[in-house]
């Protein structure tokens, strides 16, 4: 069965540097969706993406973040000066249509020092 | 705005008892109400959604507009629904994004 896939599945950094995570969503989705959690809290969206352009973005999503498609199969979240507050887990789903389900990857957990 | 409150953090729950996992939301329109799960060490998945009506895994939930709630229930639980589980919504418009709420640990004793 296809599974969304994101790597690295744990991603150190220092504070300061940019960091870029990457989801390969399931091959014939359409849309797709950064989530993240950071540890004791609630799963909390920041982006969706559809026809290679942002549909939504969350107040947490400022110009410190960015997504893009780069390809036919990559959907990447970069952030560009990570801080401290930045330390979560990152989801990444996609699904089909809109109205359809969201298949979440495994999670990339990020730890800024 | 659009909220999710889980009342309960933890909730622990004999085999073969009933469970039943609380979920209230706060939104002014029409909602689409789900119910994810996470098992140990693996990724969120579906469990249901409101629109399907169906029953999953033995768990079934039911939309009360009038109390806004979408609770899980399950009227015997197994040592294999141990889990975190999520209750979320999507107001629908131009991208279904999913609010979550905290989530509830659900622990199956044997």
């Known amino acids: 069965e296809p599974e969304v896939t994101q790597t690295p599945s744990h991603q150190v950094t220092q504070m300061g540097q940019e960091v870029i995570l990457r989801c390969v969503p399931i091959s014939n989705h359409l849309y797709f969706y950064w989530y993240r959690q950071i540890l004791g809290q609630k799963v909390e969206f920041l982006v969706s993406?559809?026809?290679?352009?942002?549909?939504?973005k969350s107040e947490i999503f400022d110009d410190q973040f960015s997504v893009e498609r780069p390809d036919g199969s990559n959907f990447t979240l970069k952030i560009r000066s990570t801080k401290l507050e930045d330390s979560a887990m990152y989801f990444c789903?996609?699904?089909?249509?809109?109205?359809?389900?969201?298949?979440f990857g495994p999670g990339t957990r990020l730890t800024v020092l | 705005a659009q909220r999710v409150t889980q009342p309960e953090k933890l909730l622990s729950v004999f085999k073969g008892a009933p469970v039943e996992l609380k979920c209230n939301y706060s939104y002014s329109g029409s909602p689409e109400l789900f119910w994810y799960v996470q098992y140990s060490r693996q990724r969120l998945q579906l469990l249901l959604r409101h629109i399907s009506r169906e029953s999953i895994k033995g768990f079934t939930a039911d939309l009360n507009k009038g109390e806004t709630s979408f609770h899980l229930k399950k009227p015997f639980a197994q040592e294999e629904d141990s889990a975190m589980y999520y209750c979320a919504l999507t107001s629908g418009g131009s991208n279904y994004k999913l609010t979550f709420g905290k989530g509830t640990l659900l622990t199956v004793n044997p």
């Open positions: 993406f559809y026809n290679n352009e942002i549909s939504e």
């Open positions: 789903a996609s699904s089909e249509q809109r109205i359809n389900e969201q298949f």
